[in-house]
Nanobody
Framework: VQLVESGGGLVQAGGSLRLSCAAS????????MGWFRQAPGKERELVAA????????WYSASVKGRFTISRDNAKNTLYLQMNSLKPEDTAVYYC?????????????????WGQGTQVTVSS
């Protein structure tokens, strides 16, 4: 599975961005997909995750109510709509996928990763 993120950039606090992650290859191995982020000097953390049927969706407390994760299985694409962005949301955002059909909370549990896209929120 190959994952390619897009949509990152520089935005002012309070603004919005929409990240996309296009999957190709053996996309049947993407039953769970998630967005992680990693800020300088910090560990990679799960922001949101979603199963293929969307029966399970999870958000971290820091983004709940501001971010929305979704997926279009016909297009093999994962999205993250980010609203009301804050400077503390600044990080490299990574798309991840795994064939397990349940929410996975740790980076070590995901088999496939994108290259990351930078999100910078200015104050």
């Amino acid at each position: 599975v190959q994952l390619v993120e897009s949509g990152g950039g520089l935005v002012q606090a309070g603004g919005s961005l929409r990240l996309s992650c296009a999957a190709s290859g053996r996309t049947f191995n993407t039953d769970v997909m998630g967005w992680f982020r990693q800020a300088p000097g910090k560990e990679r953390e799960l922001v949101a995750a979603i199963t293929r049927s969307e029966s399970e969706i999870w958000y971290s407390a820091s983004v709940k109510g501001r971010f929305t994760i979704s997926r279009d299985n016909a297009k093999n694409t994962l999205y993250l709509q980010m609203n009301s962005l804050k400077p503390e949301d600044t990080a490299v955002y990574y798309c991840a996928a795994d064939p397990q059909n349940r929410i996975l909370f740790f980076a070590r549990d995901y088999d496939y990763w994108g290259q990351g896209t930078q999100v910078t929120v200015s104050s």
